[in-house]
């Protein structure tokens, strides 16, 4: 029998959570997503880290000397984590182990797939933990495992640094005993079949494994056992030699028996064979990977190589359709149906050459460049710049010559940088299906210098503030200016101990200037023109010393609420950020620009339905009738203000 890891199919669990959005963020048009209050860092201009001087692009040639700034440090501040392990009994748990992750955990179902933030803990014979040194975040995830309940999470919780942060209590359930009979098409047991449960409802849609909380096989009566599943939705994924792959779901178990008896009949396999030519059909493609996907549940894929003649064959496929799929290098990809029926042994795939594009490289007097490097992006044909196609390719040719091969047919435009020129964008090109264009000219364009002051609202110098440019801002409402151009990012430094920077190279165009300082509100400045060639030397740009809003969360009675979501909207920006209260009911926001803000949080026992009429009565009109949402707090530069929210059910 093959071991677990080699029979089990490949299944990526997939859930979509819906969410109402408030009628209130609807008619503000707010096109930011709710971020989370970043942790607190130690930072001085000394341990700046050393911006990257280009955008998503690793390598470069030549690029401009940046200042020498010592390598950011890579502490974190730390707290100190504790709360107690509770049985449905509300008895203490005396065995089990605290794993914490960060991140914001799955809304229904399933385990997060987080990263872990390192320190663990065994748990007490009063049921209670203690984790030190805890990095300081919003976003801290509690895991706790143990051989007699089901594998639990609690959170996000807010761990303040140099504090002890109790969460409270984090209830287990010993969960469900899962057990049944695997069979075969004629109702007999299947022994040795492999049975894996994975926490939420599981569609195998690729490559990407849900990773099995529990394995176990089957005895020689098809029968299986598994102890301590999920009341949640869980994944039942099961596999025998010579069946096709079984997949069973199953949602929230409501009522309060332990036992759930799923019985699965696993369906015959078919066999898919062939063989792959290269173009013109008369030499077999040799070494090629097939990948084999699908079958009647959508389940799983199987991968192989074409031997000697070209030849390739699946056994033990689940019966209904499948999809051969090949992306050989030099070729263009395939995808062949292969229709539901009984084994197939006469399976035929032709490949097809790929498309090229190529060119030359010139200076702004039309002599090649002998040295560049170039990024390969998507486009269309009016031109508009799309993902990145492929690694950066570093050209060193006398003639200035290039080729870019194994394409898809489409659009496509070249992003160049090379020494004393700014990053050039070439003129669209089309590939056509197995062709190749070879007429490509790029002329690179003189580069300019963008220099300037950042300076606080007291008139001193700002150091260390990461300066990044990016694609000119120009939404519909002019109020959503002040937002992050999103996915523009182009290049970034850093201020000098005077508050001055300066971009070398910079490519002729009209930005957006974003200035980042952890002691400081992140500000856009929008319109920031650039010539071919050009000195442009801005005003100083005035960092407001930074608000900081914190209270407490209570319910209407006043009793103070742990683990609420306050959510803050408003400010220069209209951006909304989140943060939750910690085991002592408090919340934090931190590097708040002067403004007027919103402020609202709502109990757990609230609803979507709630929430949105809630959101719709918090809604006036100004004095020309337009609709907004009165203010909450109005905060001053370098103000800390105390406010309590009262969560709304």
């Given at each position: 029998m093959p071991p677990p890891s080699s029979r089990l199919p490949l299944l990526l669990g997939g859930l979509i959570v819906l969410a109402i959005a408030g009628a209130a963020g609807l008619l503000l048009l707010q096109d930011d997503a709710p971020i989370a209050d970043p942790p607190a860092v130690v930072f001085s201009p000394e341990t700046a880290p050393e911006p990257p001087v280009r955008s998503d692009i690793d390598a470069f040639v030549a690029a401009p000397d940046q200042p020498a700034v010592a390598p950011p440090s890579s502490a974190r501040v730390l707290g100190v984590l504790t709360g107690q392990l509770l049985d449905a009994n509300r008895r203490p748990?005396?065995?089990?182990?605290?794993?914490?992750?960060?991140?914001?955990?799955?809304?229904?179902?399933?385990?997060?797939?987080?990263?872990?933030?390192?320190?663990?803990?065994?748990?007490?014979?009063?049921?209670?933990?203690?984790?030190?040194?805890?990095?300081?975040s919003d976003q801290v995830v509690v895991r706790a495992l143990g051989e007699g309940f089901e594998t639990?999470?609690?959170g996000p919780h807010l761990?303040?640094?140099?504090?002890?942060?109790?969460?409270?209590?984090?209830?287990?359930?010993?969960?469900?005993?899962?057990?049944?009979?695997?069979?075969?098409?004629?109702?007999?047991?299947?022994?040795?079949?492999?049975v894996a449960i994975t926490r939420g409802p599981s569609l195998a849609l690729g490559r990407d494994v849900a990773q099995p909380e529990r394995v176990v096989l089957t005895d020689e009566?098809?029968?299986?056992?598994?102890?301590?599943?999920?009341?949640?939705?869980?994944?039942?994924?099961?596999?025998?030699?010579?069946?096709?792959?079984?997949?069973?779901?199953?949602?929230?178990?409501?009522?309060?028996?332990?036992?759930?008896?799923?019985?699965?009949?696993?369906?015959?396999?078919?066999?898919?064979?062939?063989?792959?030519?290269?173009?013109?059909?008369?030499?077999?493609?040799i070494h090629v990977e097939v990948l084999a996907r699908g079958g009647e549940l959508g389940l799983g894929d199987s991968l192989m190589r074409t031997d000697g003649e070209g030849r390739f064959r699946?056994?033990?496929?689940?019966?209904?359709?499948?999809?051969?799929?090949?992306?050989?290098?030099?070729y263009l990809p395939v995808s062949q149906e292969v229709l539901p029926g009984p084994d197939r042994e006469d399976i035929?795939?032709?490949?097809?050459?790929?498309?090229?594009?190529?060119?030359?490289?010139?200076?702004?007097?039309?002599?090649?460049?002998?040295?560049?490097?170039?990024?390969?992006?998507?486009?269309?044909?009016?031109?508009?710049?799309?993902?990145?196609?492929?690694?950066?390719?570093?050209?060193?040719?006398?003639?200035?010559?290039?080729?870019?091969?194994?394409?898809?047919?489409g659009y496509y435009l070249l992003e160049v940088w090379a020494r004393e020129h700014s990053v050039t964008i070439s003129a669209p090109a089309r590939v056509l299906k197995g062709g190749k264009v070879t007429m490509v000219n790029v002329a690179m364009q003189r580069a300019a210098t963008l220099r300037g002051?950042?300076?606080?609202?007291?008139?001193?110098?700002?150091?260390?503030?990461?300066?990044?440019?990016h694609g000119n801002n120009t939404p519909t409402f002019g109020f959503l200016r002040a937002s992050a151009a999103r996915g523009s990012w182009h290049t970034s430094t850093r201020s000098e101990g005077d508050g001055s920077f300066e971009f070398t190279e910079v490519t002729a165009r009209t930005y957006q200037l974003e200035v980042d300082h952890p002691g400081y509100p992140l500000v856009h400045h929008n319109d920031i023109k650039v010539i071919e060639g050009g000195d442009v030397t801005l005003d100083a740009i005035v960092l407001d010393r930074p608000a900081t809003l914190q209270g407490v969360v209570t319910d209407s009675g006043g009793t103070v609420l742990k683990g609420i979501t306050v959510t803050l909207g408003g400010g220069v920006n209209r951006a909304t950020r989140q943060a939750v209260s910690n085991g002592q009911g408090r919340y934090r926001f931190e590097r708040l620009a002067p403004g007027d803000y919103q402020v609202h949080a709502?109990?757990?026992?609230?609803?979507?339905?709630?929430?949105?009429?809630?959101?719709?009565?918090?809604?006036?009109?100004?004095?020309?009738?337009?609709?907004?949402?009165?203010?909450?707090?109005?905060?001053?530069?370098?103000?800390?203000?105390?406010?309590?929210?009262?969560?709304?059910?």
């Open positions: 748990v005396t065995s089990g182990r605290i794993e914490l992750l960060e991140g914001i955990p799955l809304a229904l179902g399933g385990l997060s797939q987080l990263p872990r933030l390192g320190p663990r803990a065994v748990v007490g014979g009063d049921g209670r933990f203690t984790i030190a040194d805890v990095p300081a639990t999470e609690s761990v303040l640094a140099d504090q002890t942060n109790d969460i409270g209590v984090v209830l287990v359930d010993p969960g469900l005993t899962v057990h049944g009979t695997i069979s075969d098409p004629r109702g007999r047991g299947i022994s040795g079949a492999q009566r098809g029968s299986y056992e598994i102890a301590h599943a999920s009341r949640g939705p869980f994944t039942l994924m099961i596999s025998a030699e010579g069946y096709g792959n079984g997949v069973e779901t199953r949602g929230v178990q409501l009522d309060q028996s332990r036992q759930i008896e799923i019985n699965v009949h696993l369906p015959p396999a078919v066999t898919l064979a062939g063989v792959v030519w290269l173009p013109g059909g008369e030499q077999p493609a699946f056994t033990d496929l689940a019966s209904g359709r499948h999809l051969l799929k090949l992306d050989p290098e030099g035929t795939i032709e490949l097809l050459a790929a498309s090229a594009l190529g060119g030359v490289v010139t200076d702004e007097e039309s002599r090649p460049l002998k040295a560049f490097d170039l990024q390969l992006r998507r486009s269309d044909k009016q031109g508009n710049i799309g993902e990145a196609v492929g690694a950066v390719l570093r050209v060193r040719d006398d003639d200035g010559r290039f080729e870019v091969g194994d394409l898809e047919p002051l950042i300076v606080d609202d007291l008139d001193r110098p700002v150091a260390g503030a990461k300066i990044s440019l709502y109990t757990p026992n609230s609803s979507p339905i709630s929430v949105l009429v809630s959101n719709i009565h918090r809604i006036q009109r100004d004095a020309e009738g337009k609709p907004m949402i009165p203010v909450d707090v109005s905060l001053l530069a370098g103000e800390e203000r105390e406010y309590r929210v009262i969560a709304q059910d």
